[in-house]
């Protein structure tokens, strides 16, 4: 009996959390019916593993058809679980995972404004240039010339020298902007770092390792859960007593089929019956073989 309380024990652990995962990915997705949506997957993880013990048990008491649909019935709650399961799992993975996300989408983003402004600056330093070749183009001589040209230039200079340097300023802070928001990102993938390793280990993205991973999950969670349950009725029937469950499970078939017969058989039956006949003739005694002569 110790093993079957720690059968019944295992199944019982594996079902309740596969319950409360399935039940809590359920409600996260149908959000807006949360009560409803725990007191239906309640009854549907209650209801399975009922329904698995009563159809190991007393399936001789129901017709074909009857079998196939708790056959069916009980595969559709186990997807059901499953999908709960997905679902808890992966709204897991994103809540550990927004934060990176996030970090990464500010650091895209600065990213591509730094490179912005540096256009900026590129295009009025392009443009200062030319200006000064075109003043230093003059020749030294032409003095009213080149004063003209500086006077004409010169307001443009001033906006071109401030737009530079204020390009510069905001070039700076966003590149100690994504220097922070780098080293963050670094301590928040410590938090999910053996999904990046693995990920990084077989060539794929994040949340394609963690997909594999919950469907490894979910195809060994529930399902053993299930299978624990029908091994722990298994060991009650056989310790209750393993003839009458034997009875049980092939009760069509008894009441049903005939035993067959080969011609062998047959044939082996009567030269036992003609052996017996004169077995018995030659043990007579030897006044009623008297009485027959």
Known sequence: MGFVFFLATSAALLATVAGYFSIYGLA???SGWFWEIIAMGVAIEYGKLVAVSYIYRYSF???R?????????IGIMMLITSAGIFGFLSQGYQQDTLGLKQQVQRIELLTSEQEELLTFKNENILRKKQIDDDIASLPNNYITA???LLK????????IREDIASYTKQINEKTLAISKLKQEKLITEVHIGPIIFIADAFGTSNDEAVKWLIFMLIFVFDPLAVWLTLGTNKVLVYNAGGVRKHLHDNHDDIVTKKPTVTKKAKKQTVRNGIHDANTSSN????????KKK
């Open 152 to 159: 004409s230039f010169g307001p443009e200079l001033d906006i």
């Open 61 to 63: 008491l129901e017709s």
């Open 283 to 290: 043990r007579l005694p030897a006044h009623s073989l008297r």
């Open 65 to 73: 058809g009857s079998k196939t649909y708790g056959y069916i019935g």
């Open 146 to 148: 080149r004063q003209r």
């Open 28 to 30: 996260s997705i149908f």
